[in-house]
């Protein structure tokens, strides 16, 4: 008999993952490479370490252990706010009248409010392993600079964040975050780096953008002795640690005999949904079993479903590797949107070539539909979800609203990354009908097109 | 031999609290009874009836049944948040170098931030049961409106919030998540009631106080058609109904063989901590164990240690019901203090009485003590606490730091009631050395004491 499921599912201390898993070795096409960005050849570790730490090169570059031991002490630290729990939908179930049952596991308990952390706290480990000084990143909606932040902090590390403009101006609070753990926090473009002053000579007035964000992140930590540049999005090795996303879900799913039959999350750079759907992927890639996989992007910034799929730098300042990915053009500069950490130009690579052999399906949703689904979601489950967050819902609400019609039960698991209490802002814009919806033309994409390195 | 202690002690949903705990049923000498506003006499069934539901007024009276049933439909609610975890504070332990053991029990995870919405959901759904439209209430730092909010939005009920004005200017995010749960929010004092009027002709340029939103929020009620009041703290209701935290803790201590030796807790209206230490001090009073116990109160509003013990108004308008408490006087404002929800002129009458009977201890803090305080946990514990909750951390860090001293291996449990999300000002004027610390004179103080009734 199955056990009786209750509305959350925790997991014990001691089924933790104690192994990450490298998604990439299951595949039998091997990823493209990265390329160096000046002499587009193959970047080797001896120049990925230019950027990242050691440990972390070798990461990026391992195309082939399909999984690699986790330290004690990052599973110490994970102990503090992991396992996440998966949580079972009942109420949304019931307000939407679905045979579905709905599935979501959350990643919002902690203080960075997402999944970032996952990846901050191991970053961090292999930096003071190193014996490094310190750290240097971007953020942009700051959920990524308040978790590298949280995991600086732990370590004694030092924590530089060139923060987007518009994030830096509109989310104060956030900052304050970051400051509380100590982080010194720049807005970006800044008058700092080079890159940043020729930005802001060729644009004055900008408010900035991710890409150009993580260029001056970039130069600062070539500039500084013991620093090294991290990254919270888009690398394999984000993704490789986000696997306990993954990870945690399906054994919470399997210990009540209960199997997801679709898989959503949200894609920005593409880490929670690489990190959610790892150990399902490795299932469906060995053919052991099969799912439905869905990436949810913002209708402003389409990069799976109107982008196109070749080399691209990941940064505006072309300082970091290029890496084979769906892509509007590193020149692209998505309009504002509220969902600050999907206003990516560019899809890790792992994603981008799972969605172009037909592994993974993609849609794009509208601002106004998805924060209708937020506010929907937290009147009836309680949680406040971030607007990134809320992109996996509109299509999870969708998909059990289809099973409606049809009368299918099936069994859809989402990514519920975080929490929207720095994003009220835009709640607030929703609730007083001043969100408007954006979907760029043909011809404004093709700018950023345009613009893709010819290789 | 002993289980080994995770970091985080979650319950099983089957292990939910299934009544909640009425401490004052274990009082050998009964609490004094509640007063009515105008004639000061005992308050009936019937007095409390114009104000609050019927079955919240039975249990405000209620002083002889130990354990009261939690409604089926109120647990199903709690699954959503509930159990909170007890987290055993391995990482402070460890930064402080105490032999000491310290748990703190998190109500934070959840939207509204903090503990309120234990009751607010016992409230709600009795107005619901009652075939009400809605209810009112007031809030000052903004959990408890957030809180009533959730729980109305839930059984789809009316909520009408007065939010003092200095709050609703400095934290509009926070009224914002109010509206996404679809409550009324009007700052306060207001133009649409009796006494809001009469407090702006004579004080034009409040900011407002709790006492004075609490008056435009039972006036609200008592001229709509199917209202109630709802009040977040400081009633025996919901004392009654914040039983579940201490129920909660003391099941899982004692699921590890653990005993805690000191009880520590923030105390504005006296709620949480009133919650957290019932069931501990239901043994303490029937000799079954013993523990000492210790609100921390700032020391802008030093309710319980320099107050008077005397009948008092709840309310500065002066139309709820009095109780005798330890009160500043229902005329006391309170200096601008960033826990706004300790900002109460008067102590619970529960918690009063236990204070002054030598039961309980208290302890008041210096503001920027409390933020250092704060700070050192959030970095080393990952959770960024409310301005509120950290006057307990100041103090069970304080008892771990003597247990240095002494060698002593104490286990020391505290409340951690929330999170900081929306206090990143506060926090901002601390980074930047802009906090003072502030503790009224005694001829400051006297001027509220002179204003209490004389009965």
Known sequence: MKKEIPYKIYLE????????????????????????????????QADMEQVFCAELAKQELDDSTPFIDIPQEIIDFYKMYRPAPLIRAYCL????GTPAK??????????????????????AYYAKQQGLKGVTTETGAGQWGTALSMACAYFGLDCKVFMVKCSYEQKPFRREVMRTYGANVTPSPSTTTEIGRKILEEFPGTSGSLGCAISEAVE??????????????????VLLH??????????????????????????????????????????KLQGKADY??????????????????????CDTGKVCPLQKMYTLGSGFIPAASHAGGLRYHGMTSTLSQLYDEGLMQARSVKQTEVFAAAEQFARVEGILPAPESAHAIRVAMDEALKCKETGEQKTILFGLTGTGYFDMMSYEKFHDGKMSDYIPTQAELQKGLDGLPKI
């Open 102 to 123: 709905i599935y979501y596991k959350f990643e919002g308990n902690n203080t960075s409010g997402s999944h970032k952390l996952n990846s901050a706290i191991a970053q």
């Open 13 to 44: 201390e001691t089924e933790l993952p104690k192994q990450w898993l490298n998604l990439r070795a299951f595949r039998p096409n091997k990823p493209a490479p990265l390329l160096h960005p000046t002499t587009f050849q193959p970047m080797t």
């Open 292 to 313: 439905q996989f869905i990436a949810v992007e913002p209708s402003s910034c389409p990069t799976l479903t109107r982008g196109k799929y070749v080399y691209d730098y």
């Open 242 to 283: 986000q696997s306990v996303i993954g990870l945690e879900s399906k054994t919470a799913l399997d210990k009540y005999g209960e199997k997801a039959d679709i898989i959503i999350g949200c894609a920005g750079g593409g880490s929670n949904l690489g990190g959610l759907i790892a150990p399902f992927m490795a299932e």
């Open 220 to 237: 600062t930590a070539s500039k500084l002795d013991g620093y090294r540049y991290a990254l919270g999005s888009v690398l394999n090795q």
């Open 93 to 96: 179930e019931k307000a939407l």
